[in-house]
């Protein structure tokens, strides 16, 4: 399993709430049962915690050594998204955080997975 010890976090620069949205459109993981390569994107949208609370934001290098970390791991789309979730979480504790997994089409279906920590608002859910 990729390594959350990739992750570097930096000290979020406001107390003023503000959201920030990260897009990896190319990820790379390998389907468990068939050995072929799944591609999609990464969105993740999330609402650090103030400076003064010791808010924290994820550097962009270590995020993308830290995803494609994945490219050789035979994953389902699912654990995928909800391991994403869980190492951020843990690296930042942010006020809320979404992840969304937008998987290219095989075999005529697509597959679109969110997962969530804290209470994250509607209009960020899309």
């Given at each position: 399993m990729?390594?959350?010890k990739l992750l570097e976090v930096f000290p979020?620069?406001?107390d003023t709430p503000f959201v920030i949205e990260h897009v990896a459109e190319e990820f790379?993981?390998?389907c468990p049962v068939t050995?072929?390569?799944d591609f999609g994107t990464v969105t993740l949208r999330f609402e650090p915690r103030g400076?003064?609370?010791g808010g924290v934001c994820v550097e962009l290098k270590s995020l993308k050594l830290y995803l494609q970390s994945f490219r050789n791991e035979g994953i389902y789309y699912e654990?995928?998204?909800n391991a994403i979730r869980d190492d951020l979480a843990a690296a930042m504790k942010p006020a809320w955080?979404?992840?969304k997994t937008d998987w290219?089409?095989?075999g005529g279906i697509r597959s679109v997975i969110r997962a969530t920590s804290g209470p994250a608002p509607a209009e960020w859910l899309r």
């Open positions: 990729p390594d959350a979020t620069p406001s790379t993981s390998v050995g072929h390569p400076a003064k609370a654990a995928v998204t955080l979404v992840v290219k089409g095989r």
